[in-house]
């Protein structure tokens, strides 16, 4: 497995999750790594995406409520998700930032419920 998310569940708005991703070194070392989300009916979009040195960005939607961050010795990525929203309701991925387009997993589901 290339990509393995975990983390998800059901939350009431307000609440927090933290998602992680234990990703292969081959996708993760020396790459932009992110966590994309689709729900349903919708387009899998890029929520936050984070550098090998650290360097963060956010999708308006998210900014100032989701934190992403990484552990280079585990090859993993995290995604501290608070004052969550019935929005944020979405499969979450992670994957390298352009996304490597055979390595997307599961995913795992967050369920924000009003």
């Known amino acids: 497995v290339q990509l393995q998310a975990s983390g998800g569940g059901l939350v009431q708005a307000g609440g927090s999750l933290r998602l992680s991703c234990a990703a292969s070194g081959t996708i993760f070392s020396g790459n932009y790594m992110g966590w994309y989300r689709q729900a349903p009916g919708k387009q899998r979009e890029l929520v936050a995406r984070?550098?090998?040195?650290?360097?963060?960005n956010y999708a308006d939607s998210v900014k100032g409520r989701f934190a992403i961050s990484r552990d280079n010795a585990k090859n993993t990525v995290y995604l501290q998700m608070n004052s969550l929203k019935p929005e944020d309701t979405a499969v979450y991925y992670c994957n390298a930032v352009p996304p490597v387009l055979d390595a997307w997993g599961q995913g795992t589901l967050v369920t924000v419920s009003s």
């Open positions: 984070i550098s090998s040195g650290g360097i963060t």
